[in-house]
Structures are given as C-alpha cells and as structure tokens.
C-alpha cells in the first residue's frame, strides 16, 4: 500500500492498512462451500457469525449498556433522517431539532416532511462563517416531543459540541456519523444513534442504528419491514439481505479499534492529529485562517481557509502533487477542508502541515 498518497476525503473515507490487508486475503480465500466472506448467503451460519462478531465487538468498544440493541442496516445516515421520524414520532408527532449546521439542516428538512418540527437551537444569526453551537441548557424543548435531534459533530462545517446537551425527558437522539467510533460515547446518554459506515465504520453502503429498547415500541406494525427498526431488532438485521460485505469489513474495523486500545485511544490520537494541524493553521500568521470557534472545533473535520481564496486552486493543485488529496471544503462553505478520521495516521498530517508551510513561504 502506498504511504506516498493521502486522501483526506469528508467520506468516503481511508480504511485502516491492516483491514485493507486482511480483506485483501479474504477475497479469494473461498471456503469449502465456495464462498468467500463477501460471498456468503446471509442465512448462513458462517455470515451470522460475522454478524455477531460485529455486533459484539462493537458493544464492546461502546461499552453498551444491556438495554440497548445495534442494528446493521442497508443504507446510508440520510435514510436515518426519515426512518427516525417513521419509527419514533408519537401521537403528538412532534420532534425538536438542534440546527448546528449543514448536516443537521437537512436533517431538520427531511423531519418536517413527517413531524412538527421545533428548532430549539440555532448559530446566532449573522455568524455564518463561525458557526457556535448553543449550550444545551434551557434549549425550549417541547414536553411533547417525541425526540430532540443532535448533530454532535458537523462534518461540512467543522463544528462538534463541547458536550451534549440536557433533553431531560425527551430522548435525545444524534447523527453521529462523523464521530461515531471517534471517541468513547456514553451510550445512556441518548435514546438512538445512527452513523453512515463511510467514515470510521466501513465501506458506504452501511448504517449502524444503537437503539434503546423502550423506543423500539413506539415503531407502528405498518411500516415496511425493512425500515422498521423494531422489525429489524427482532429479525437480528436480516430482515432482508443486509450489506454482508460492509458488515465484514466492519467488524475488521472494530478488530482494529480494539487492538490499538478502544475509542479511548482513538480520541487521544485524534485529538493529537487535530492539534497538530490547528497549530499550523493558527501558527500561520493569517496566512490560513480556521473559520470555527476554538472551543466548538471539530477534532475530525479541519476547517481552514487561505487569506487570499483566489489561491485555494493552486493550492489544492500544488497540494495533488504532493499527494494530498480531497481537501476541498464542502461545496456549500467553500474554502478547504481535511478530515481525520481513525485511519488517518499522524504521518499524513505531517505531509500535510510541511506541504502547508512549504506552500506558505513561497506564496505568503
Ligand atoms: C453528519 C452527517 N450526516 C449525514 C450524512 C449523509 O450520509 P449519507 O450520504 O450516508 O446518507 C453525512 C455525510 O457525510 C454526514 O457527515
């Protein structure tokens, strides 16, 4: 595998070596019934062993609390924007959201198409190039909510919450696809989590749904079997063909996880990651400039902008031909953007803070 190349994509993102290599092996490794691990039925024993090894080494990285279920499912974290309300949404069909930015916006707009939407949070106005996440505390959550909806870490705009808000009664719920497996997470803190694999997971394609029993109730005997969470929690993901193959590479991830010492050293590393790459930036004299507030940073998804935007193009050419790769920032912010999820190792942040300061004495 080539270490000369880095791609810093928002996602889909790199997969750790050591599980591009096992996966490698297995592809053409066929077993005596002529499948290889992405060739299995999933009604196999052999897959529902993978299934299970999965869904056990996940609950133990997260340390999952006993009421809780992991689901696999087809599909990415925007269908979660519609399955949520499908499954959750009580009589009232009532939910609170927190807008923190692109991704929970969307979220928000999908919501409205099933619920009265409650936007209990929002940047404050006028900010949009700094967007602040307001402190949990005193959000107006309506008592009737079925839910409140977070986005703990955006990934477009950069921005994660220092820490997560008080919902009291009502469950809080949170898009976690760009921090999932970042850092440990306190499960009971929340009613449901969802994550698109793309990121810290696996291969797109893939969805992880933690979900609190009680919820699975509230789900009406209606729904198509494949969206119903609670369906798919008494079906054990194989409602219908899940992603086998994604689900494999998954649990090669949490192998992974486990092996380099759990969530708690993937945040130590990341943390290190992202410091080191905030310090260039801040450290620049202005020539690159982090457009996010310190203290609601995302330790995953580096914003940073040139002083003079008319060079990002050649910065991003200069930088493909140092070997930094997908550095653009989301379309709809515009500027520059690095994301360092698990896989990313210290090596391709220090590619890139030397190509930084290397492109920074020559064109500053
Ligand atoms: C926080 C967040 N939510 C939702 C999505 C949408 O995910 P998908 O493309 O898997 O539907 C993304 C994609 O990057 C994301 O970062």
Redo the contacts with the bound molecule.
């Keep these: 595998m080539s270490a000369a190349a880095w791609s810093f994509a ?2 889909p993102a790199r997969l750790p070596d050591a599980v591009l290599a096992r996966a490698r092996d297995e592809l053409f490794a066929r077993g005596t019934d002529g499948a290889c691990v992405f060739e299995r039925p999933f009604s196999a024993d052999a897959f529902r062993a993978t299934l299970a090894h999965a869904r056990t080494r996940l609950a133990e990285l997260l340390v999952l609390p006993a009421n809780y279920r992991i689901l696999f499912m087809a ?5 979660h ?1 519609s399955l949520l309300p499908m499954n959750l949404l009580g009589p009232t069909r009532r939910a609170a959201y927190a807008d923190s930015g692109y ?1 929970s916006r ?2 928000v707009d999908e919501g409205w198409k099933q619920a009265a939407v409650s936007v209990v949070a929002q940047p404050p106005a006028g900010a949009p190039a700094a967007p602040e996440i307001l402190p949990g505390a005193g959000w107006p959550i309506p008592a009737d909510a079925a839910y409140c909806h977070i ?1 703990p ?4 705009d950069g921005v994660a919450y220092a820490a997560l808000p008080d919902t009291g009664a009502v469950p809080l719920v949170a ?1 976690c ?2 921090s999932f497996l970042a850092a440990p997470l306190d499960v009971a803190r929340f009613g449901l989590i969802y994550a ?1 694999a ?2 810290n997971i696996g291969p ?1 394609g893939l ?1 992880v749904v933690v979900v609190r029993e009680d919820l699975l109730e509230r789900a009406s005997p209606d729904l198509p079997a494949p969206f119903s969470y609670a369906v798919q929690a008494a079906q054990d993901s194989c409602v219908n063909t899940p992603p086998t193959a994604a689900i494999h590479v998954a649990g090669l991830v949490f192998d992974w996880i486990a092996d380099a010492g759990g969530l708690a050293a993937m945040a130590a590393a990341n943390r290190a990651k992202a410091a080191r790459l905030y310090a260039a930036i801040d450290g620049s004299d202005g020539f690159y400039t982090a457009p996010v507030r310190r203290d609601c940073r995302s330790t995953v998804n580096v914003r940073f902008h040139l002083a003079d935007s008319v060079q990002d193009a050649v910065f991003l050419a200069e930088a493909e031909r140092h070997g930094l790769f997908h550095l653009r920032g989301h379309p709809r912010l515009g500027g520059l953007r690095a994301s360092l999820y698990n896989a990313m190792p210290m090596a391709g942040v220090d590619a890139l803070t030397g190509f930084m300061a290397d492109f920074m004495l020559r064109r500053g």
């Design positions: 928002a996602g599909g990415g974290a925007m269908q924007f991704w969307r979220a986005t870490n955006e990934t477009a898009d696809t760009s698109g793309q990121k797109a969805s």
